[in-house]
């Protein structure tokens, strides 16, 4: 869920719900050093609260290209434990069986290290199962982890050619809460008002699961060419596979080697759905359900999207008309307005208790109201490549920690070019809205 209305706010929300295996702004998914050092405070927060890394969704696999790095979202560079270098510079059939071991699995017929995951699944299985059903082909770069890194997932990538251009592949798989949000979230198309893509749809199988098929692109302000595409399936048992596609030989800083990812969206819906893929999670270790840390508070219940977004539309000033809205569970919500001079995006988060990032968040430059609020204003360009974008917004917190921040922006979607001169709101309107008394009764 976003944690501030940086640049990653809903979009790389999305993109970290990829992130996990597709999720997550993410992603978001920013305009200030301040912002950025407030959510990673508060995740660090949230984590030590309810020792929720292992319940974490699984992390995308950033593809490396013949003798790269593969890098999983949120490592920290070469000397991360998540990130490690590609095994093999071989080139080998689709289908076939990777030659040797790779980085992140035990040997065939040794044991597993001390403080691992006993008999669950390995790189191996991963990279084979993966190769076993692309077309032909040819594959390299192939790199894998088993479920010896749990709370890490089990994850596959390769290069892939069919004889049109080698483009990157990877595959994550974990288990999510069935009918839990995540599982939900993971298989909701975002709106195009806050992501830049050509197609997305969900679908429901015949067995009760969802799948989304994604078609969109790595860089939201397209200053690249590079597509990305995606499949993301939730069985009812919980079981999360999520395969990604790129038209270059590795997720970002690669050039683009085709027009469009080598899988087609049947091909890439037959590999996230095949059975093995149940199979290898069933294997591997469930979901686990802790509970917080002995003295550690249970964390205030954040808002509902919904009651955001009602909220936030009763709020309006009369000469404003909504023509698109959207938002998540808990948190966020957006509205699309048009005053009849052209769309403007506004998005708005309401977090319960923000209190202990709040001099992260307000410095000594923050006006403080009466009633102790405290309210910052901020102007700039935007930040997802829309030429002529700029941003309005105001943040503000409470004395109870309750904070709420709303941006506005003179586009109807933060990826597309400047539809009118200023956003649809006024920097005061934003401020009068973001300090009504209302958002202290929204749940």
Known sequence: MPADDSKEQ?????EDRFARALQDAGAGFGPGR?????????????????????????????????????????????????????????????????????SGSSPAGSSPAAGTVDAGITAEEMIRTLKD????????GEEGAGSERHPLPPYAGLVYDDGEGGGAISLSLNRVEPGSNQARETT??????????DACRTEKLADGSRLMLFQGYEYPDG???????????????????????????????????????????????????????RALAEVGPAPEKQAPPEGTDTPPADPSGKAIRRTLVSLLPDDVEVVDQGGQDTQYAFLVLDDGQGASLVQINVQADMSDVEDQLFGADAETLPDGTKV?????????????????????????????????????????????????LTVEELRDIATDPRWRDVR
């Open 10 to 14: 809903h979009d790389d929300l999305f």
């Open 34 to 102: 301040d912002l950025a050092a407030a959510g990673a405070a508060r995740g660090r927060r949230l984590l030590a609260r309810r020792r929720a890394a292992v319940l974490a969704g699984a992390a995308a696999v950033a593809c490396a290209g013949v003798s790269g790095a593969l890098l999983l979202p949120g490592a920290g560079g070469a000397d991360d434990p998540r990130s490690v270098t590609a095994a093999s510079t071989s080139t080998s059939p689709a289908g076939s069986s990777p030659a040797g071991s790779s």
């Open 133 to 140: 059903l692309l077309p032909e082909g040819t594959t390299s």
């Open 188 to 197: 909701t198309c975002p709106d195009k008002a806050l992501v830049r893509h």
């Open 223 to 277: 200053r690249a060419d590079t597509k990305w595409w995606a499949a993301d399936l939730v069985t009812p048992q919980g079981h999360h596979v999520s395969v990604s596609e790129w038209n270059a030989e590795a997720q970002k800083d690669a050039p683009v080697t085709r027009d469009r990812p080598p899988l087609s969206m049947a091909q890439l819906r037959t590999v996230a759905t095949a059975p093995a893929w």
């Open 376 to 424: 910052v204003e901020r102007r700039g360009p935007g930040e997802k490549g829309g030429e002529g974008v700029v941003k309005w917004t105001v943040d503000t917190i409470r004395p109870d920690g309750r904070r709420v921040v709303i941006s506005a922006f003179n586009s109807g979607a933060q990826h597309t070019d400047a539809t009118r001169e200023t956003p649809a």
